[in-house]
């Protein structure tokens, strides 16, 4: 009889402390969706002529941080625009470093006036790479 009384105050007590643990803990993301995330991130920023935020998800002066100033120095009309778009391909991890291969489309349409023009063109196979840089991920 006492074995079932205290069985029975053990498994209340431990039901009390789950049921009071109340902080949720989201687990890490997992270094594929992270760099996906990054990479759509930085193509938007691009995108949106967001260029410092663009250069944020990248390694200063690598490859990727030296595109975002090529794009910023092209001379824009104010009614023109240019979308990145990318389409997923695969994303392999090697330790500290990983590389993301796209399909990327690039659409620029400029407007004079009422007359629009827009022209597409698509980089298969384009790869990204990347590293983990104080335990966040950069283009590189």
Same mark, same amino acid.
Do not use: H, M
């Given at each position: 009889m006492k074995?079932?009384?205290l069985l029975s105050t053990l498994v209340i007590?431990?039901?009390?402390?789950?049921? !009071?643990?109340?902080?949720?803990?989201?687990?890490?993301l997992h270094?594929? /969706? /992270?760099?996906?995330?990054?990479?759509n991130n930085y193509?938007?920023?691009?995108s949106n002529r967001?260029? /410092?935020?663009?250069?944020?998800?990248?390694?200063?002066n690598g490859n990727a941080y030296q595109a975002v100033e090529? &794009?910023?120095n092209i001379p824009y009309l104010?009614?023109?625009?240019l979308i990145f778009t990318? &389409?997923?391909?695969?994303? /392999?991890? &090697? !330790?500290i470093n990983a590389e993301i291969n796209i399909n990327l489309t690039l659409t620029a349409t400029v407007c004079f006036g009422d007359i629009c023009a827009t022209e597409s063109e698509t980089l298969y196979n384009y790869s990204i790479y990347l590293a983990r840089v104080s335990g966040a991920w950069k283009l590189k």
């Open positions: 074995n079932k009384i007590f431990l039901v009390l402390s789950l049921i !009071g643990c109340s902080g949720v803990v989201t687990p890490p270094d594929k /969706e /992270e760099i996906l995330i990054l990479v193509l938007l920023a691009l967001e260029y /410092e935020l663009a250069k944020t998800y990248c390694i200063p090529v &794009y910023q104010d009614s023109s625009t990318a &389409y997923l391909n695969y994303i /392999e991890v &090697y !330790g």
